[in-house]
């Protein structure tokens, strides 16, 4: 989702002016524009809005796969009471190859047993992935659960294609937003008046895409490499007459 992350605008009907407004409200306006018959919109639990699931399934002959997290707390107690009761194996576990010092294991469980009972339209599936994570250097383990559910039944979707698709859709989440974050500390930022939220998140992308499209393998110390040199900045963007090894990603 191109639109900036906490912030958007929208025209208010009848009137010049515009107002103020966060994600939920502009998942819908967003999702207008785009051919999404057939696909699968994932969303983080922000978005897990029951109005946003019959758009996507009544409306736009979409799927969802929404996470839930405490701002749906009966969703989420109801979710979680369940798995947690479960005893057996897991439906799908994936190991993934050692990267960055870590190994990552992660299992997932699916029910259709909750489908009838969850108070949220068009549920498939319900979900819990548990994601586990081993520094290779200390040892030192760390777990991660998460619950969601999904609009695909399992003759649509097996335990591993919802794996899967929680998988795509964090790591679009940290291949965008966690640049973001991280590089910016956008969550923090003081900047709340008039439209400069959104403007300074379209700056923030702006450079991220253009640092990106410059093929570098590590934006952060690309950043930090031009934060200290001024004139490198403008080499790097070839807007001086001399333009040498600098510029290369």
Same mark, same amino acid.
């Given at each position: 989702?191109?639109?900036?992350?906490?912030? $958007?605008?929208?025209?208010?009907?009848?009137?010049?002016?515009?107002?103020?407004?966060?994600?939920?409200?502009?998942?819908?306006?967003?999702?207008?524009?785009?051919?999404?018959?057939?696909r699968t919109i994932t969303a983080d639990?922000?978005?897990?809005?029951?109005?946003?699931? =019959?758009?996507?399934?009544?409306? =736009?002959?979409? /799927?969802?796969?929404?996470?839930?997290?405490?701002?749906?707390?009966?969703?989420?107690?109801?979710?979680?009471?369940?798995?947690?009761?479960?005893?057996?194996?897991?439906?799908?576990?994936?190991?993934?190859?050692?990267?960055?010092?870590?190994?990552?294991? =992660?299992?997932?469980?699916? *029910? *259709?047993?909750?489908? @009838?009972?969850?108070?949220?339209?068009?549920? $498939?599936?319900?979900?819990?992935?548990?994601?586990?994570?081993?520094?290779?250097?200390?040892?030192?383990?760390?777990?991660?659960?998460?619950?969601?559910?999904?609009?695909?039944?399992?003759?649509?979707?097996?335990?591993?294609?919802?794996?899967?698709?929680?998988?795509? /859709?964090?790591?679009?989440?940290?291949?965008? /937003?966690?640049v973001i974050d991280w590089n910016y500390?956008?969550?923090?930022?003081?900047? =709340?008046?008039?439209? $400069?939220?959104?403007?300074?998140?379209?700056?923030?992308?702006?450079?991220? $895409?253009?640092?990106?499209?410059?093929?570098?393998?590590?934006?952060?110390?690309?950043?930090?490499?031009? *934060?200290?040199?001024?004139?490198?900045?403008? @080499?790097?963007?070839?807007?001086?007459?001399?333009?040498?090894?600098?510029?290369?990603?």
């Open positions: 989702m191109l639109h900036p992350k906490k912030v $958007g605008t929208l025209p208010v009907e009848g009137r010049d002016e515009e107002k103020q407004t966060n994600e939920i409200n502009t998942a819908i306006p967003l999702l207008d524009t785009i051919d999404i018959q057939g639990a922000l978005l897990t809005q029951r109005e946003l699931a =019959r758009y996507l399934v009544e409306k =736009r002959s979409a /799927h969802y796969h929404f996470t839930v997290k405490a701002n749906q707390k009966q969703l989420l107690e109801e979710i979680a009471f369940y798995f947690d009761q479960l005893e057996r194996a897991p439906d799908h576990s994936t190991l993934d190859s050692p990267e960055h010092g870590r190994i990552e294991t =992660r299992h997932i469980w699916v *029910t *259709t047993a909750l489908n @009838d009972y969850l108070n949220f339209p068009h549920v $498939g599936q319900a979900f819990r992935v548990q994601r586990i994570t081993v520094d290779k250097k200390t040892g030192q383990q760390r777990q991660d659960v998460a619950y969601g559910i999904t609009s695909k039944t399992p003759d649509l979707a097996s335990a591993t294609d919802v794996l899967q698709d929680n998988r795509e /859709h964090w790591s679009i989440e940290n291949s965008c /937003h966690y500390d956008e969550d923090r930022s003081r900047i =709340r008046k008039g439209h $400069g939220p959104e403007n300074m998140t379209r700056l923030r992308r702006f450079a991220v $895409g253009l640092i990106k499209s410059k093929g570098v393998r590590s934006v952060a110390q690309k950043m930090r490499q031009l *934060t200290l040199n001024t004139r490198l900045v403008f @080499d790097y963007l070839k807007m001086s007459r001399n333009t040498g090894s600098a510029s290369a990603g």
